[in-house]
Nanobody, 127 residues
Framework: QVQLVESGGGLVQAGGSLRLSCAASGLSFSIYHMGWFRQAPGKEREFVAA????????YSANSVKGRFTISRDNAKNTVFLQMNSLKPEDTAVYYC????????????????????WGQGTQVTVPS
C-alpha cells in the first residue's frame, strides 16, 4: 500500500521559514516524479513545485520562485519543500504527490497527472 505522509507544517510569522517533509512508502520512490501542491480555503489546488526522479530537474510556480526549494533524498524515500520568506498568501494545506514521469522533460505541473497523494499538512502565515 502506497503511503505519502507530510510533516513540518505549522504557524509561522510572515518572513519566516518552514521545511516540509514527505515520507513515501510502498512504492519505488526513486523512479517517481514528486510534486508539492497547495490548496487554500475556497480555492482550487495549485502547483507549487516538482522534482524529477533523480533530483536533477526541479520546477516551481512563479509565485514561489526564489523563495521555495524542492529537494529529495532517494536513500530515505523523502521529498522536502524548504519555504523561506513566507507570506500570508502562502497559507494553505500543502500536499505531496507522486507520479511516474510521462517523458524525459516532464514537469509535473498538472495535479490530475498524479497517482498518489498525501493527506496534507497545514501551513498558516498570519497577516
Amino acid at each position: 500500500q502506497v503511503q505519502l505522509v507530510e510533516s513540518g507544517g505549522g504557524l509561522v510569522q510572515a518572513g519566516g521559514s518552514l521545511r516540509l517533509s514527505c515520507a513515501a512508502s510502498g512504492l519505488s520512490f526513486s523512479i517517481y516524479h514528486m510534486g508539492w501542491f497547495r490548496q487554500a480555503p475556497g480555492k482550487e489546488r495549485e502547483f507549487v513545485a516538482a522534482i524529477s526522479w533523480s533530483g536533477g530537474s526541479t520546477y516551481s510556480a512563479n509565485s514561489v520562485k526564489g523563495r521555495f526549494t524542492i529537494s529529495r533524498d532517494n536513500a530515505k524515500n523523502t521529498v522536502f519543500l524548504q519555504m523561506n520568506s513566507l507570506k500570508p498568501e502562502d497559507t494553505a494545506v500543502y500536499y505531496c504527490a507522486a507520479v511516474r514521469p510521462r517523458y524525459s522533460s516532464y514537469t509535473g505541473e498538472r495535479a490530475g497527472d498524479y497517482e498518489y497523494w498525501g493527506q496534507g499538512t497545514q501551513v498558516t502565515v498570519p497577516s
